[in-house]
């Protein structure tokens, strides 16, 4: 399993020729308590960069970037009823949205863990 890193606090888990994606640790611990999630529309094309998902918090709302250039698969569908399992569980059970892969070599431009920890120290 491999997991990379955004400079927007995104990761994503490859799996095959699919990625799951969600938010650090870090991002949830900033955003404060998640209350709303949703995501593009199953069938969307999304281009590396554009925004794949919103998350809701009692703070602010935030635009969740796709890592990679893909199609939405799937939204996380336990985030409907329990948003805050991004914030309990953000790296795991908290994913967002699963999309398929177009181009892997856009994954030589994302962080590893060790990279993605010195950026938020």
Not at 7 to 31: D, F, P, S, Y
Not at 54 to 60: D, Q
């Amino acid at each position: 399993m491999t997991v990379y890193y955004t400079k927007e606090h995104e990761w994503l888990r490859v799996e095959g020729n699919v990625a799951v994606v969600g938010i650090t640790a870090h991002a949830a611990n900033e955003l404060g308590e998640i209350v709303f999630s949703e995501a593009r529309d199953p069938g969307t094309t999304v281009e590396q960069g554009d925004s794949v998902a919103v998350v809701e918090s009692v703070k602010a709302a935030s635009d969740i970037y796709a890592p990679v250039t893909g199609d939405v698969l799937a939204f996380n569908d336990a985030l409907t009823d329990d948003a805050a399992l991004i914030n309990r569980d953000p790296e795991g059970e908290g994913w967002i949205v699963r999309m398929t892969i177009a181009d892997a070599t856009q994954l030589e431009g994302l962080m590893d863990h060790a990279t993605y920890t010195a950026l938020v120290g």
